[in-house]
């Protein structure tokens, strides 16, 4: 039997907009034991602060029990985000994230982001302005960021601007903005990042499978944690695969995670439709942890109706 694998590492997952809510966060929890802090899709700020009644439910302390959640917020605008910041703290929150990261368009073309990471000057007025009101008020503040928007030679003037503040982390997604998820990232920059920074750091990008996660966690001695968004979407038993150093996805894990979020989903959605969306939209990832995952992609996605798409899924568990 092969032994596991010692790690002190702390486990982080990642704001992955659009899947991993709270019903996805809470039936997760209760299958996989090892995340150490969950952190919510990104709410964005407005002038009346959280105004969006999904997005602010989706961060309520009684739907997000038994875990550490860290609520993310998404703004260009100091006055609106320590107000959201308020509203958070008011609710029991005493941490909070600021995306600096998000590289959509529909995002980055209002500034926000790692849009941000477009006028450093105004970057810097902005964290002047949020630090100062959070750290008045008890409230902690980590960064997720990307290296730069255009070049990783961004970078160095963009850690200058980080270390002016004291943060609980800084999460660093070793790519830039126009490398998007493409590329492969850059170690060589986040390895400046580990020399330079004054605050402590997380890595975030690209760990799939155990030796992505050895890689980094070798070459960078001392890392403390470390934050996954798609592998674990792509295979749930991710972690455990990683403390355990066992190889292969624990596909009865998976399978029966998989029944439980269908049955909440069934509770919470109406429509088949929409149900059906959801449904593919999990197994777009989560399908790779499985063999011959491009023809069973093409099966989920065939599924017309919710009784095709049973019928898959216990094609796949007789195949498992």
Sequence with gaps: MESAMKTKTKFYFAPMEG??????????HEHFHHIDQYFAPFISTS????SKMKEFRDILPENNKDMCLIPQLLSNNADDFILAAKQIKDIG????????????GTVTSKGKGSGM???????????YNVFENCHRNNIRLSVKTRIGFYSPDEFEKIIEIYNRYQMSELIIHPRTREDYYKNDVHLDVFKTAVQKSKNPICY???????NDYKKITEEFDGIESV??????????SLIENIIDDVPKPDLQKIFDFHDQIYDEYKKYMSGEKNLLFKMKEIWLYMVHSMENSDKKAKKIKKAKNIYEYESVVNEFKREA
């Design 19 to 28: 899947v991993a809510g709270y019903i996805y966060r809470n039936v997760y």
């Design 47 to 50: 002038p009346n602060g959280i």
């Design 93 to 104: 929150y005493h941490e909070i994230n600021l995306n600096v990261g998000c590289p959509s």
């Design 117 to 127: 990471l477009l006028d450093i000057e105004k970057l810097d007025h902005f964290l």
């Design 204 to 210: 975030n990008g690209d760990i799939f499978e155990i």
């Design 227 to 236: 934050m996954i968004g798609r592998g674990i979407l792509k295979n749930p």
